[in-house]
């Protein structure tokens, strides 16, 4: 990832509702949500929701999609990792210890997968 892509995209988190739409999109999957459903969980009206995703549309953390009368929103996953691989690069300094808490939150987080014994 491109320092400006993620200047772009942090900017883009960097708003309270913004990253609470973002982190919504994450927890909704590959299925995503439609705009209207984010707006009532939210609670935020519909215009101001809107230039919200504009916003994380534009730093290509999210993508919309249209189906009938409806846009789906979904969260670009690939772009989320890149960011965060951005963010790590170097982030030890060749003592991966540093890093061994990171590790672990990764590991403990909602989308790693369990498997039964």
Do not use: W
Request: glycine share 6%.
């Amino acid at each position: 990832m491109e320092l400006k892509n993620a200047v772009a995209a942090l900017s883009a988190l960097a708003h309270e509702g913004r990253l609470a739409a973002f982190r919504l999109l994450i927890q909704a999957g590959k299925d995503g949500m439609p705009a209207g459903e984010i707006a009532r969980q939210l609670e935020v009206p519909p215009n101001t929701l809107s230039a919200s995703l504009n916003i994380l549309s534009n730093a290509d953390l999210i993508e919309g999609k249209r189906q009938g009368r409806s846009i789906i929103y979904t969260a670009r996953y690939e772009e989320m990792t890149e960011l965060l691989e951005f963010l790590m690069h170097d982030c030890c300094g060749g003592r991966p210890e540093i890093c061994a808490s990171l590790a672990d939150i990764v590991l403990r987080s909602h989308c790693s997968v369990e498997t039964s014994i």
